[in-house]
């Protein structure tokens, strides 16, 4: 597909994960099973190449450029309080051919994008394809973060790859980072005591849940007019969340996107930048003027150590 053509219609969905802690990887959840609904649903749309920007562990010091990877035999960071067999025989698949594919179009929009040979996965990202697709990896390429953190240049990469969103290029765009992600915050007592990261001794603190709601109301913006559902149970927990009538995506998600990083719970809510970058990409990917009245939801949702909120938002459909 050429650089800077005009893509034709339509374009493959995108997700926006929020990976969580490690043991998203080895226990049940509702993340876990729309991940797995997602990556089924890919599948069976003849996806062909997978495409991370990854949320937190991984970034460059290259002056306005990302990494991208290319080592041909990966291994996976070991994670903490999981079972290596739940990770360990899973065999990645880097997806060496589509590198050069990725380079062209960043370079074309003035992104330098170096290529890492080196560098192994980690449960952001490998956490998410074994959930995605546990019976086999997709071919699969991550894109690191600008060490930086600077949400223009993050959104700029997601939209100088929107091409690729063309069904014909059979690329399925993931970010994974989290919507609300403070380590400082969380509660960890009964996952080092009980190995429990689902426990709510307490509920949410309320910046926890006010943050949840702003991330929710960019993503999936005018869910009050979405259904019948009343008001005051439209963002009940456990319940997919859908936008209304007139979309999300845009450029106006752009603006929505960058702005989140100025709110004043967003220090709260995230100690570092690293788990929102995704959240930049995603803008990117699906905020061009053709991405006008693209939808979105949000099909899960987990609460773990108390403060931390794992959304999983999905823009765009296959239909
Ligand atoms: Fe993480």
Redesign the pocket.
């Known amino acids: 597909m050429a650089v800077g053509t005009t893509q034709p219609e339509p374009m493959a969905p995108v997700h926006l994960f929020s990976?969580g802690s490690a043991m998203m990887l080895g226990e049940d959840s509702a993340s876990a099973r729309y991940w797995e609904k997602c990556g089924d649903d890919a599948l069976a749309h003849g996806i062909e190449h997978v495409v991370i920007m990854q949320?937190?562990?991984w970034a460059t010091a290259n002056p306005g450029g990302v990494l991208i990877s290319s080592n041909p035999k990966p291994e996976k960071a070991p994670v903490l309080f999981v079972d290596p067999a739940k990770y360990k025989p899973y065999v990645l698949n880097p997806d060496l051919a589509y590198v050069p594919v990725l380079q062209a179009h960043l370079s074309a929009a003035g992104i330098p994008a170096e290529a890492d040979p080196a560098f192994d996965w980690i449960?952001?990202t490998y956490l998410i394809l074994i959930r995605m697709f546990p019976r086999g990896c997709p071919p699969t390429t991550i894109i690191s973060m600008n060490a930086l953190f600077d949400p223009h240049l993050h959104v700029a990469v997601g939209a100088a790859l929107r091409p690729l969103r063309a069904r014909a290029a059979r690329t399925l765009f993931i970010g994974s980072g989290?919507a609300v992600?403070n380590l400082f915050r969380n509660v960890w007592g009964p996952m080092l005591r009980h190995r429990d990261n689902f426990a709510q001794p307490t509920p949410p603190e309320p910046w926890a849940l006010d943050f949840r709601q702003e991330v929710i109301d960019v993503f999936c913006a005018g869910y009050e007019d979405a259904d019948s559902v009343p008001r005051n149970e439209a963002l009940a927990y456990g319940r997919e969340i859908r936008s209304g009538p007139r979309g999300v995506g845009g450029p106006l998600l752009r603006r929505k996107a960058t702005s989140l990083m100025k709110h004043p719970k967003y220090r709260d809510a995230h100690a570092t930048d690293d788990?929102f970058m995704a959240t930049m990409f995603v803008a990117g990917l699906c905020g061009s003027k053709e991405d006008v009245g693209v939808a979105g939801v949000m099909g899960a949702e987990d609460w773990e150590l108390t403060n931390m909120c794992n959304t999983q938002f999905t823009l765009g459909n296959w239909d």
Request: aromatic share 0%; charged share 10%; proline share 0%.
């Open positions: 990976h949320g937190a562990h449960h952001d989290g992600h788990h």
